[in-house]
């Protein structure tokens, strides 16, 4: 991210979660809005609708670890009894953000005939790399082990995240049943094994020509990369892309940077006749999902992109 952004989350408001954690509380749509509507004079927040054929159900808890407890808020479709699923991963430079902030595009893709499911995982001032990733990983396995319950066809799970989300929803989805990235605590008959891809605006590649990751990556993954390159190495989506790379959805921002490493990514999948797909907003900011007009772009983006992969 970008240096000013870091010296922004430094100076931060801080609280503090049930059990002392502490907790960055900067990154919000009201304060993102606040920063660009002077650019953006026509943007508006995008408010969440009342859909008949979407149930919602908050703060259902899928794992607890000593006093810590981690939850996901849940919107499904309840026309039918089976809906490919849509596991969400809200963004913040991997230390602030939070899953409230998913809920109208996980409401607006549940219209459409999905489940969508967005998860509370560990932020970088409560644990570090690859804690959250195992987190996320541990919630698909709940969802498919209580699939009836949420309306899923444990069969087709799609990970979609936005900024530092998009980022680990491309490595969850790169790193299929690899055994490393798996919380070997967590017992589960199901695995964490996801279908298709969205990207939204994450890099797929920390250490890269087009990347200007500094210092909040190297929060996150415990180091600077000349300090830990293997982090830096293992948590790009770039370095796991290979044959059994699932399909995957860029949606992107006018900002080169939010992408480092798809155009390679893309190449990879390509020669294994992967289908990859890239939908750019043109003059958008990042965290352009949060607003109208893009909002309903990012929607049908995604969704026709999952009825293509999925149903």
Same mark, same amino acid.
Request: hydrophobic share 35%; proline share 3%.
């Given at each position: 991210?970008?240096? +000013?952004?870091?010296?922004? /989350? ?20 009201e304060?993102?809005?606040? @920063? ?23 703060? !259902? ?12 808020? $849940?919107?499904? #479709? ?16 991997w230390r ?11 409401? *607006? %893709?549940?219209? @459409?005939?999905?489940?969508?499911f +967005? ?6 001032? *409560? +644990?570090?790399?690859?804690?959250g ?12 082990? &209580?699939?009836? @319950? ?7 799970? +799609? !990970? ?11 490595? !969850?989805?790169?790193? #299929? ?21 969205? &990207? ?15 210092e ?17 190495? @293992? ?10 790379t ?5 949606? #992107? ?6 992408? $480092? ?6 190449? !990879? /999948? &390509? ?5 990859? *797909?890239?939908?750019? %907003? ?12 893009? /909002? ?9 992109? /999952? ?5």
């Open positions: 991210m970008k240096k +000013a952004f870091w010296t922004f /989350l430094l100076f931060s408001t801080f609280v503090f979660g049930q059990n002392g954690y502490k907790i960055d509380s900067s990154y919000t749509i304060k993102t809005y606040q @920063k660009l509507i002077k650019k953006y004079p026509f943007i508006t927040i995008a408010k969440s609708q009342n859909h008949k054929n979407v149930t919602q159900l908050n703060d !259902i808890k899928y794992q607890q670890l000593g006093e810590r407890v981690l939850y996901f808020n $849940a919107f499904f #479709n309840k026309d039918k009894k089976q809906n490919p699923a849509v596991i969400m991963i809200h963004g913040g430079g602030s953000g939070n899953k409230n902030q998913m809920q109208v595009l996980g409401q *607006e %893709i549940a219209a @459409k005939g999905y489940a969508c +967005a998860i509370e995982y560990r932020l970088s001032l *409560e +644990a570090k790399y690859p804690e990733i195992h987190d996320v990983k541990n919630a698909i396995k709940f969802i498919k082990d &209580n699939a009836k @319950k949420f309306h899923v066809d444990p069969d087709k799970i +799609a !990970i979609l995240g936005c900024s530092s989300g998009g980022q680990m929803a491309a490595l !969850i989805g790169t790193t #299929n049943e690899n055994s490393a990235f798996e919380d070997q605590a967590y017992k589960s008959k199901s695995s964490s094994k996801v279908n298709a891809i969205v &990207n939204i605006d994450g890099v797929l590649a920390f250490k890269h020509s087009e990347s200007s990751e500094g909040m990556a190297s929060f996150w993954l415990g180091g600077t990369y000349d300090e830990n390159q293997e982090n830096w190495k @293992k948590a790009s989506a770039l370095t796991h892309t290979d044959k059994n699932p399909p995957i959805l860029f949606i #992107n921002s006018s900002f080169d940077r939010f992408h $480092a490493g798809r155009d390679d990514m893309r190449a !990879i /999948l &390509n020669q294994y006749k992967i289908y990859s *797909e890239v939908q750019t %907003i043109p003059d958008s900011p990042h965290s352009f999902w949060f607003f109208q007009p893009w /909002l309903d772009e990012t929607v049908r983006y995604t969704t026709q992109f /999952l009825d293509k992969t999925l149903k």
